[in-house]
């Protein structure tokens, strides 16, 4: 069975419009970016009909939704099903419909966030999403678990509660993977919005603006995103580093 794609213009009921979301650093932090009104990058959310997983392979999901088109590699898709299935058995998702992607080996302007219901075959967004300020410019190459480090860190999550903070409303997230992620918690790096997580950046500078570690989302799109992943959803940030993928027992 295909997925069925439809624009919200067409089918309002269906569908809506989303942005990408950059994400800011650390929950209490300033970033090193200075704050300009959020540009509004839109994206139309694609919504199929439902689908038993019985009758729809989770890797037919990747051809359906046009994954490819859209920036995503199969291969990422298929490492972050592997993931999430080992979460899966080890009782750490409650929630295992949404699975979200960030795929760092793509550069900043592009829409490098995708959040999917793997069950119903629906992308719900792709957008912005910032990586931390020391972890590179205009794309992400180097990556830390340390606090104050202000990078990136790599590797499975799964969402938590949402609370409001410095950066407003906030998702946290839990690290899975020792050594890689799983100061996260310590380290305060949370979902949230962040005004320089928009186009204006990338036509005034060439890249989005950059957290202290968190994967920030654009201010419009970062409520409605966090409310559709917290509470016991599996997040996968990727990046070809051979030292991540040596090190993770999830993608193995």
Not at 35 to 43: D, E, F, I, P, V
Not at 46 to 66: I, N
Not at 136 to 164: E, I, M
Not at 187 to 212: C, E, F, K, L, P
Request: charged residues 20%; hydrophobic residues 35%; proline residues 3%.
């Amino acid at each position: 069975m295909r997925c069925r794609l439809f624009n919200r213009f067409k089918l309002p009921v269906l569908a809506l419009m989303f942005q990408l979301t950059a994400v800011h650093g650390f929950a209490g932090d300033k970033d090193s970016s200075t704050n300009n009104a959020a540009g509004k990058t839109r994206l139309a959310k694609v919504v199929v009909k439902s689908a038993s997983k019985s009758t729809v392979t989770l890797m037919a999901v990747y051809d359906s939704l046009h994954l490819s088109d859209l920036g995503l590699n199969q291969k990422v898709f298929r490492m972050a099903l592997k993931g999430m299935e080992k979460l899966r058995r080890m009782g750490k998702l409650t929630n295992d419909r949404v699975l979200s992607i960030v795929d760092f080996s793509q550069p900043s302007i592009k829409k490098r966030l995708y959040v999917i219901d793997v069950e119903n075959c629906v992308l719900l967004y792709n957008t912005l999403v910032a990586h931390g300020m020391k972890s590179g410019k205009d794309k992400a190459l180097s990556f830390s678990n340390k606090p104050s480090s202000n990078k990136s860190s790599l590797g499975f999550y799964v969402t938590n509660q949402t609370y409001n903070g410095s950066n407003g409303y906030s998702l946290r997230l839990q690290g899975c993977e020792k050594g890689i992620n799983d100061n996260a918690a310590k380290r305060a790096i949370v979902m949230h919005g962040a005004d320089y997580v928009n186009a204006d950046w990338i036509t005034s500078q060439g890249y989005i603006g950059r957290s202290q570690g968190c994967p920030a989302l654009p201010p419009e799109l970062s409520k409605p995103v966090i409310d559709d992943i917290k509470d016991g959803t599996c997040l996968f940030i990727y990046h070809p580093s051979k030292l991540y993928i040596s090190k993770s027992k999830l993608v193995k």
